[in-house]
């Protein structure tokens, strides 16, 4: 089968389309003939990891497709059934192994275009704002990145699941006005306004009972500064940096703040099949309704592989960005 | 009644002894005739609290003694009954109010004195642990300063309720040996030896599942190199500074750490009487049956107060400072 790999650790010119053995399913896995898969920034940072060694893995987290040998017990998904779910190993490639127990049945109305566009980003949502972020029913979360991958996602379930109110953070007017259509009740530009300022003032200084952080250094203080008593805040991504200098922890004790880093993809197997249960049982039934949606910016076709990344690093897509395989 | 407040903010020569009105308990308190009142960490740091301004107020957090008074339905706590508990105004007073929904009513094997040493430093040691800790069965925890009146009766909740693998570090081996006295089976001399390399070494690399962190800033990196993956670190205390010069977010993510400031004095009414209501249920008993014990380094005169201060501020304890009223 054609697969994604690098030639070595680096920038795109290191991708090369290549031939692999088709993989085959163990015990309680599925081999999925894979029809559209996602792109993700930790794609990227895979591509990037010189600490890699030889043969480098085929990239990719996440496809839909129709499942072809189903290895376990459970016969709603007996070969023919359309699903989608984070591969266990590469997902840029012709056929891709999911275990059996995270595998996402799509509801009728989904496409397999559709359904590539759901497990990272709404899994990864969906587990730092309720099982980290506690998000109760009318709380204020302040989403950044709100138009992103996860962003969209984040927005579209804090409202139907939670009715919250939520505020956006986004680098153009476009991509606000977006996050405004899908739910956002407070969109700021960051580039022109200081978040924590207009979330103070709109709030009545009352701030955010939850935030999404995918930023990490560049946003410490005006995170710290919009958090409400008893904010839990999660750490998710460090597209602004690792390293803070200057911490004060006495801001930590006098709001009881919680600090949370997380990362999806490092999780147990277990973690992960019961991250799907718990979403197939509250999410799923939003986008059967057609109440939730995935969000697709752009497909490109598997040989264009390079230039999705390409994408992904000009960092100016609205939702999603896939690659159609077949 | 005589109460102590202070002269201004300032060190132990601005207590002072007073005459107060006998304070009036509203609907749903009590009116406490105080035998013993705790010295707590907290009524040091509002002593010198410049902020305060006049009327100051009594000082003190906690009371034990006998209900004079009850205006609540709950005829378990009909005057005569014998109670320890959070006060609503000050506890260093020969009479106190205290919320019928926060009161413990003691065991009947408990004495007045054992019970004034319970309150505080139980329900933070429980609050921090459990409600934030979510320390679980069978898990390791990091407790610092073991001898301490939160550490004495953390040690004891995490052994007795939780069969926790339990490391304490603490300044003299006399400290250390009544934490294993109590239940510790790891104790460390934090001026002797470097506690993240000694745990890291006895964990075989594994780390600890819970941190309860009094010291903030001096400890920072080694609690971060000490702390397992899914690690729940509490700060509940800054002795050690609350400034930190750089911090890196990566170790966060990497580790998917969870930091949780908190204080329990600011929190509200209704957390505290869900506090006192899941302690009740959950720990009392073993207080009943002598598995757990108050632990009391020194019991002073009212008259005393400020030399009880002074013992606090030499950081000598081992467990609790009481003074006698009555």
Redesign the interface.
């Known amino acids: 089968m054609k697969a994604w790999t690098i030639k070595e650790p680096g920038n795109r010119s290191k991708l090369t389309l290549t031939d692999k053995e088709i993989p085959k399913p163990k015990n309680e896995e599925l081999l999925i003939e894979v029809h559209y898969a996602g792109i993700n920034r930790l794609d990227i940072e895979t591509r990037e990891n010189t600490s890699l060694t030889k043969p480098y893995p085929i990239l990719g987290v996440e496809v839909s497709g129709i499942v072809k040998e189903n290895n376990s017990n459970n016969k709603a998904l007996n070969p023919g059934t359309w699903v989608t779910g984070l591969v266990k190993n590469g997902g840029y490639a012709e056929y891709a192994i999911i275990p059996a127990s995270r595998a996402i049945v799509l509801s009728k109305n989904l496409t397999l275009r559709e359904g590539a566009a759901i497990p990272e980003v709404f899994l990864t949502a969906y587990q730092t704002m309720y099982w ?1 972020g506690d998000l109760k029913k009318e709380e204020t979360i302040l989403i950044h990145a709100g138009a992103s991958g996860v962003g969209t996602a984040a927005i579209q379930m804090a409202k139907k699941l939670s009715n919250a109110k939520i505020i956006v953070t986004a680098g153009s007017q476009e991509k606000l006005d977006f996050c405004r259509q899908l739910g956002a009740d407070i969109t700021i530009n960051y580039k022109q306004e200081k978040f924590d300022e207009v979330i103070l003032q709109k709030t009545g200084n009352y701030g955010v009972d939850v935030i999404l952080d995918f930023i ?2 560049n946003y410490w203080q005006k995170n710290m500064n919009s958090a409400a008593v008893n904010a839990r805040w999660i ?2 991504g ?1 597209l602004g ?23 999806l993809t ?2 147990s197997d277990e973690y992960k099949a019961d991250l799907v249960s718990a979403f197939q049982k509250n999410v799923i039934p939003y986008f059967a309704s057609g109440e939730i949606k995935p969000i697709i910016h752009d497909v490109f076709s598997f040989e264009d592989l390079p230039k999705a990344h390409k994408a992904m690093e000009d960092n100016e897509n609205v939702g999603r960005l896939l690659v159609n395989i077949k």
Do not use: M, Y
């Open positions: 980290l990490g250094a750490l998710i460090l940096g690792a390293k803070v200098e200057h911490i004060n922890l006495n801001e930590f004790l006098a709001k009881c703040i919680s600090l949370k880093g997380t990362l490092p999780r």
